[in-house]
T-cell receptor
Framework: NAGVTQTPKFRVLKTGQSMTLLCAQDMNHEYMYWYRQDPGMGLRLIHYSVGEGTTAKGEVPDGYNVSRLKKQNFLLGLESAAPSQTSVYFC???????????FGAGTRLSVL | AQTVTQSQPEMSVQEAETVTLSCTYDTSENNYYLFWYKQPPSRQMILVIRQEAYKQQNATENRFSVNFQKAAKSFSLKISDSQLGDTAMYFCAFMKLYGGSQGNLIFGKGTKLSVKP
């Protein structure tokens, strides 16, 4: 996993509940990403960060918020979960020296 | 905006044979990278191979090789001597190197490959 750890691995929420997914890296990479993966859709970028204190929207940002208060951690928040947010969520870091993204193991989220 | 298209939702191959997965992309960029990632049932995203657009030579990694046709915007993956462990979803992805959204990956929808004994 190139030192990318996601917690939790699984979660079940009820509609309207909130939660935060944590992505932690054990290196010093500037760029971090959150993707969602839905059946037949590939991975789509939700939000990303190019450094501590910075965040930017990706392709599908609605319903999510992110924070990068510490360089090692990138948090993805769902303030009011909806069934449409049932998905597998992946975090990734960009190794700028190689221009390669390395992924965490994923979080399976179900919203009932 | 860049797009990546994988036209084969599912494919199968006999063990020890060769299979080619197709990928086309659309971009106006000149400097970019292309990738193939593998996602086995464990769900982990694993980098298979990478191609730099400025390099004419096709990338190879052991049994995996690509056919990169820049003018045609085509990037196919060839798996030789297929093994049961190659059974997985395979995703083609594009990365822009400069300007806004640099470093972000644009993924195709994937090809599910089954290797049969």
């Amino acid at each position: 996993n190139a030192g990318v750890t996601q917690t939790p691995k699984f979660r079940v929420l009820k509609t309207g509940q909130s939660m935060t997914l944590l992505c932690a890296q054990d290196m010093n990479h500037e760029y971090m990403y959150w993707y969602r993966q839905d059946p037949g859709m590939g991975l789509r970028l939700i939000h990303y960060s190019v450094g501590e204190g910075t965040t930017a929207k990706g392709e599908v940002p609605d319903g999510y918020n992110v924070s990068r208060l510490k360089k090692q951690n990138f948090l993805l928040g769902l303030e009011s979960a909806a069934p449409s947010q049932t998905s597998v969520y992946f975090c990734a870091i960009l190794d700028l020296a190689k221009n390669i993204q390395y992924f965490g193991a994923g979080t399976r989220l179900s919203v009932l | 905006a860049q797009t990546v298209t994988q036209s084969q939702p599912e494919m199968s191959v006999q063990e020890a044979e060769t299979v080619t997965l197709s990928c086309t992309y659309d971009t106006s960029e000149n400097n970019y990278y292309l990738f193939w990632y593998k996602q086995p049932p464990s769900r982990q995203m694993i980098l298979v191979i990478r191609q730099e657009a400025y390099k004419q030579q096709n990338a190879t990694e052991n049994r995996f090789s690509v056919n990169f046709q820049k003018a045609a915007k085509s990037f196919s993956l060839k798996i030789s001597d297929s093994q049961l462990g190659d059974t997985a979803m395979y995703f083609c992805a594009f990365m822009k190197l400069y300007g806004g959204s640099q470093g972000n990956l644009i993924f195709g929808k994937g090809t599910k490959l089954s290797v049969k004994p």
